[in-house]
């Protein structure tokens, strides 16, 4: 730790409304977006529980007018948001599989990981992203808060079902030695505890080590206009500037970053554990598109919410009058974000009766919450072959409906972003 924590702003969150900014500390915040009060998209609900009382927090974009960090204003306890019956699973999607995998893989070819060291994945879920370091024959440990970490387990991947801490890191350092590398890919931007992570971080990881996040990439969410990936769990929405600032903090320097097209636009960073270290020309010119776009002006961010608005009432009208013809549109996939698009659109069972899953997925029984739309195995949308579907996973939208395809779907698919468009059969 390089920095006088008197020097560092307060990075440990409680639950509860924000009025500073989550990294720099300013009070100077300004709302872009109000999403309304939702429920956790990810507290799916089960039969019993349709007659209960739902929980529903502040969900507003908001963005820190003096480091530029997009964020929201509202914290819900963790332990809400990932409780132990979290049903998310990174590995039953081929796309994403693949993309986890491949980000070990050129970890470890492009800072020279041996067998003999060790890679901690933080949110480490179903051990997909470990199984690619572990193909290498790199020691492997995940930590992961849910049961989901019992199926990584199962699969042979070492792993502590814990919120990762400081003191966790400590005893993993006692029982397994220090880290080369350390990766956190869909969740570096959910943590609450921020201090305490990269504090934890610091001390897992050796000098000199690399530590890798992926996290939705603003741009691409403002470009693409992606306000379903605005939800609870997602409390910061990163530009590069700001992160920097805030792993500076802790004794890191971001020496590269990339773009990658993971949750339809993300950024992969790459810090490693040393001070005012050399950088990448990627990197470099990262920073050169992200200052051109003016991310620390009024205009792209008074553009989105416009376009966010008037995408969300043409889909409005789209299944409204499905819905006038007899013809009600099922939802394809149900990712975190369909919880958000759905409840800021107002789509309950009469437009939408049912979202249609995978039969491997945990969701299936469960109902979605807010708006009470039931989860189904997706043969339903193969035995009703219904006139029109929305593809709420419309971020991988071209792999799923060319296997749609293949098995005999015929249905019109939906595409809700970044224009509502339908794409026939």
């Not at 920095?3 to 409680?14: F, M, V």
């Not at 819900?76 to 995998?101: C, D, M, W």
């Not at 200052?291 to 376009?307: H, K, V």
């Not at 193969?382 to 709420?392: D, G, I, T």
Request: charged fraction near 20%; hydrophobic fraction near 40%; charge should be neutral.
């Amino acid at each position: 730790m390089t920095s006088d924590h008197k020097s560092i702003p307060r990075h440990d969150l409680a639950a509860g409304s924000i009025a500073n900014c989550q990294i720099c500390g300013s009070a100077d915040l300004v709302v872009v977006l109000d999403l309304g009060h939702q429920p956790p998209c990810d507290s799916l609900l089960k039969p019993e529980q349709l007659r209960e009382p739902e929980r529903h927090y502040p969900l507003r974009f908001v963005r820190c007018r003096h480091c530029g960090l997009a964020q929201i204003d509202h914290v819900v306890p963790p332990k809400v948001l990932f409780h132990p019956e979290y049903p998310y699973r990174s590995g039953i999607t081929g796309t994403l599989a693949g993309n986890l995998q491949q980000t070990a893989t050129t970890i470890v070819d492009t800072y020279k990981i041996t067998g003999r060291e060790l890679a901690v994945d933080i949110g480490s879920n179903d051990g997909t992203l470990l199984k690619g370091f572990k193909s290498r024959s790199v020691r492997v440990l995940g930590v992961e808060a849910t049961n989901i970490a019992k199926i990584a387990i199962a699969d042979g991947i070492d792993t502590i079902q814990s919120f990762f801490s400081e003191a966790l890191a400590r005893q993993i350092v006692s029982s397994h030695g220090q880290a080369s590398a350390i990766t956190a890919t869909n969740m570096f931007a959910h943590v609450a505890n921020f201090g305490e992570f990269m504090r934890g971080v610091a001390a897992l990881l050796r000098d000199g080590g690399i530590f890798v996040s992926e996290s939705h990439y603003l741009p691409s969410i403002l470009e693409t206009v992606q306000y379903d990936s605005i939800y609870h769990e997602h409390l910061k929405f990163y530009s590069l500037r700001p992160l920097m600032l805030f792993l500076s903090y802790y004794g890191f320097t971001v020496t590269d970053a990339q773009k990658i097209p993971n949750y339809g636009g993300s950024i992969r960073v790459y810090a490693t554990k040393g001070v005012d270290l050399p950088t990448s020309d990627r990197l470099r010119q990262l920073l050169v598109v992200e200052d051109q776009l003016g991310l620390n002006s009024d205009a792209p961010f008074d553009q989105f919410r416009q376009t966010v608005q008037r995408s969300k009432f043409q889909l409005q009208r789209l299944l409204v009058d499905l819905r006038a013809q007899g013809k009600p549109a099922p939802g394809i996939g149900c990712p975190g974000r369909s919880s958000t698009l759905l409840n800021y659109v107002g789509v309950d069972p009469d437009l939408m009766p049912y979202i249609a899953e995978q039969s491997t997925s945990l969701k299936l029984g469960l109902f979605l919450p807010g708006k009470h739309i039931p989860i189904v195995d997706e043969k339903r949308l193969f035995e009703e072959q219904p006139e029109h579907a929305l593809m709420l996973s419309w971020h991988y939208a071209e792999p799923i409906i060319a296997g749609l395809r293949r098995r005999g779907l015929k249905s019109k698919i939906i595409i809700p972003l970044p224009t509502v468009r339908v794409i026939e059969a």
